[in-house]
C-alpha cells in the first residue's frame, strides 16, 4: 500500500445536505411561522419533533379541527398565516372543516396535510389513509399547491403565505406527499430555494375618483352610520378608524368580532339603539363587514324595507379590499375597493376643517334611545334570580371583561352567544373571537388555545354547555400547555335549554336535552385544572377572579335555568318550521 495518496483517493469535504423535513421548517421559520398547530402520525410525526428541535413550538391537540380553528384564529390575531399540520385522510379531513370555516371568514390559514404516494394514489390501488386531497380541498379553500421536489418546498410555501395573506384573507392547502420529506439535497442549494415572502399583504390604494364619490355622499348625508366588521378588525388601522368616528362624529354599530375596536362604552356606539339606527340611517359606510345573513342582506324589514326582500332606501358606502363583494346583495352606491386602512386613511385626507358636523338631531335621537336601552338593561342585570339566568351570570363576565380589557373573550352557543355579544362590554380591538360568519359551534377550545398563545394575555371562553361539547377534550390540550384559559359553561342542560320534551312520549329524552346537572367541572380536574361549580353570581365571580389571578386552566360549570333558553337564540325565524306557522 502506497503511503502517499493519489489526488483521486484524497479524503473530500462531503457536501452538508438537507433534507424536505428541514426545507419545510425553515421555510416557515424564514417567513416569521414560529407555532404550529397540529396532531401527529404518519407522515408528519418526525415533522413535528424536528420542528421541536428547530424551536419552533408544536401544539398538539386532541382532534384536528380543534388545531385548524386555532391555527384559523391565530391568523385573524397576528395578521400572519396560522399554520395547522394533520395526517392523511381522515386528519386531513378533519382539519377541512377549519379551513372551510377561515375562508369563510376571511381568516389567514395554511392547512399543511401530509399525503400518501401519488404512484398509488392516482391509479387508486389502496394506500394507507389514500386519498385525492389536492382535489378535495380545492374547492373549500382560497388556493391549494402540492409540492413533489425538495427544491420547490420554498416555493410551495412561499405561494401559500401570499395566497393566504394578500387580497381578500383565506385558508389555503399545502398537499406534501411522505416521500418529499425524506427527499436530500445540497444544504447550500436548498437554503438558496427558500424564499422569504416580500411585502405578502401589500397595501391596495383606492382610485381618488372612488374616494371622491363617498366623500360627496358621506357629506350630503342626514343620517349617517358606519358599521365596522371584523375585516375592520383584521387590519389594524385601529387609529385612523378612530379618528375617521371621532373627526365626523358619525355614530357606528360594531358587528360582533369588531366590538372593542372602539371601546362599546364610546358615545358614538349605537349598539343599544341598533333596531332604531338601521332602518333609520339614509347613508351607511361599510367598512370590512359584508351584507350577508348576519345584516338581514343589507334589506327588508331590519333596514326598514316593507317586505321581506325589499330594499329600505339607504345608500351604501362598502370599504372591501375584494371587488366582487360589492353589489353583493344591495346596490352600492360607492364602491371603494381597497384595504380598510388606506381607504379611512384617504377619506380622512378628504374630511377637513369644513367637513359638517354630523346632524345633531340624528346623533341626539340615537343618545336618548340608547340611554333608555342602556338603563333598561342595567334593571334587567341587577336583578338576582335563583336558579341563574344568562343575565345575571353574564353580568359577573361583563364586571371582569371591565376590570381585565386586556383578556381575550371567545364565545359560542346560541343564547350564549347572543347575549354575551349583547351584555359584555369590550374595550380593546381583536378581543373578541367568535362562531363567525357560519355560527359555526365547535371553535371555543381551538380559539382559546391559540388566544392565549398568541396574546399572551388572559382568555375567557363563555361556552353554552352544547358548544362546549364539540371540542370539550382540549381541555387536555389546555392544562398539557398549562394556559391561562378559563372557559365558563353556561349550563342549561341542553342545546337552547334543557326543557323539551320528547313529542312521541317515547322514553328517550328530546334531541335538545342533555344529562341533567352534568358536572363539566370534573373534566377540567381530570387533567389537573380547577374546576368550580357555581350556583350563583357570587361564586361564578370568585372563580373567574380567582382564575384570572392565577393564570391556571379553570373550568366553571356556571348552572343556568334550564328554562332559560329560547330556539336558536336570536335566529329563531330562520328555522324551516317557522315558516310554517307564519
Ligand atoms: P362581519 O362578519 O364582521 O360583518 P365579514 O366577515 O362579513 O365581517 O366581512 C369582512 C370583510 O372584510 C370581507 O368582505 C373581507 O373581504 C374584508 N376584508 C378583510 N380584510 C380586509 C382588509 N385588510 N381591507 C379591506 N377589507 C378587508
Ligand atoms: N353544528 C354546528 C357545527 N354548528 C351549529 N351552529 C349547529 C350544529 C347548530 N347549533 C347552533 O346553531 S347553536 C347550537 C347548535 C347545536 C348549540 C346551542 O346550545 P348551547 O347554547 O348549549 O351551546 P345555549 O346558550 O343553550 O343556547
Given amino acids: ?89 381522515p386528519g386531513f379531513l378533519n382539519g377541512l372543516t377549519a379551513l372551510a370555516n377561515a375562508t369563510t371568514n376571511c381568516f389567514p390559514m395554511i392547512l399543511i396535510s401530509g399525503s400518501s404516494e401519488r404512484e398509488i394514489v392516482d391509479l387508486q390501488q389502496g394506500d394507507y389513509e389514500e386519498m ?50 425524506s427527499q436530500t439535497m445540497d444544504a447550500e442549494a436548498g437554503r438558496r430555494s427558500l424564499i422569504e415572502v416580500v411585502d405578502p399583504a401589500p397595501r391596495q390604494i383606492p382610485a381618488p375618483d372612488a374616494v371622491a364619490r363617498a366623500l360627496d355622499l358621506l357629506k350630503g348625508a342626514k343620517k349617517p352610520l358606519i358599521l365596522l366588521g371584523k375585516g375592520a378588525a383584521y387590519a389594524r388601522a385601529d387609529e385612523s378608524i378612530r ?50 345573513w348576519l345584516l338581514s342582506h343589507g334589506k327588508g324589514k ?17 370599504i372591501d379590499i375584494s371587488p366582487t363583494e360589492m353589489d353583493s346583495n344591495v346596490r352600492i352606491d360607492a364602491p371603494l375597493v381597497g384595504d380598510v386602512g388606506s381607504c379611512v ?16 338631531d340624528w346623533v341626539q335621537a340615537i343618545t336618548e334611545r340608547k340611554s333608555k336601552n342602556i338603563a333598561k338593561m342595567a334593571e334587567t342585570l341587577a336583578k338576582d334570580p335563583k336558579p341563574m339566568n344568562f343575565h345575571s351570570a353574564l353580568n359577573v363576565v361583563r364586571d371582569i371583561v371591565k376590570a381585565n380589557p386586556e383578556a381575550m373573550l371567545v364565545n359560542e352557543g346560541a343564547n350564549a352567544l347572543d347575549f354575551t355579544r349583547s351584555i359584555v362590554d369590550m374595550y380593546k380591538p381583536r378581543k373578541r373571537v367568535d362562531v363567525g360568519t357560519w355560527g359555526v359551534m365547535g371553535i371555543g377550545m381551538g380559539f382559546a388555545v391559540a388566544a392565549a398563545v398568541e396574546s399572551g394575555q388572559p382568555v375567557i371562553a363563555v361556552e353554552g354547555d352544547s358548544a362546549f361539547g364539540f371540542s370539550g377534550m382540549e381541555l387536555e390540550t389546555i392544562c398539557r400547555y398549562n394556559l391561562p384559559v378559563c372557559v365558563v359553561i353556561l349550563n342549561n342542560n341542553g342545546v337552547y335549554r334543557g326543557t323539551d320534551k320528547n313529542q312521541g312520549g317515547g322514553s328517550d329524552v328530546a334531541p335538545t336535552v342533555f344529562v341533567k346537572d352534568a358536572r363539566y367541572e370534573m373534566l377540567m380536574q381530570a387533567f389537573g385544572g ?35 333558553g329560547t330556539e336558536s337564540g336570536r335566529i329563531t325565524s330562520l328555522n324551516p318550521a317557522a315558516a310554517l306557522k307564519k
Wanted: hydrophobic share 45%; with cysteine.
Fill in 132 to 181: 385525492d386531497q389536492l382535489a378535495i380541498a380545492k374547492p373549500l379553500c382560497k388556493a391549494a399547491f402540492r409540492v413533489l421536489h425538495a427544491e420547490d418546498i420554498g416555493v410551495g410555501i412561499a405561494r401559500a403565505i401570499r395566497a393566504a395573506v394578500s387580497g381578500r384573507p383565506g385558508g389555503v392547502y399545502l398537499d406534501l406527499p411522505a416521500k418529499l420529506f
Fill in 345 to 360: 386613511d384617504a377619506l380622512l385626507g378628504g374630511i377637513g376643517k369644513d367637513w359638517p358636523a354630523a346632524p345633531s
Fill in 302 to 318: 331590519t333596514w326598514g324595507g316593507k317586505s321581506h326582500k325589499d330594499w329600505g332606501g339607504q345608500k351604501f358606502i362598502q
Fill in 1 to 89: 500500500m502506497s503511503a502517499v495518496l493519489s489526488p483521486v483517493q484524497e479524503p473530500v469535504e462531503e457536501a452538508a445536505m438537507t433534507d424536505g423535513f428541514h426545507l419545510v421548517l425553515d421555510a416557515l421559520k424564514l417567513n416569521g411561522i414560529h407555532h404550529i398547530y397540529g396532531l401527529p402520525g404518519i407522515p408528519i410525526t418526525d415533522l413535528t419533533r424536528m420542528a421541536q428541535a428547530e424551536g419552533l413550538r408544536v401544539f398538539s391537540f386532541r382532534h384536528e379541527q380543534n388545531a385548524g380553528n386555532a391555527a384559523a384564529i391565530a391568523g385573524f390575531l397576528t395578521g400572519k398565516p396560522g399554520v395547522c399540520l394533520t395526517v392523511s385522510a
Fill in 530 to 564: 380547577v374546576g368550580v361549580y357555581a350556583t350563583t353570581p357570587a361564586e361564578l365571580r370568585q372563580g373567574l377572579e380567582q382564575a384570572l389571578r392565577s393564570r391556571k386552566p379553570t373550568l366553571i360549570n356556571a348552572i343556568i335555568d334550564e328554562t332559560a
Fill in 243 to 292: 379618528a375617521l368616528v371621532e373627526r365626523t362624529g358619525i355614530p357606528y354599530l360594531p358587528m360582533s368580532m369588531a366590538k372593542g375596536l372602539l371601546p362599546d362604552t364610546h358615545e358614538l356606539c349605537a349598539s343599544a339603539a341598533r333596531s332604531y339606527v338601521l332602518p333609520e340611517a339614509d347613508v351607511v359606510l361599510l367598512i370590512g363587514a359584508r351584507l350577508n
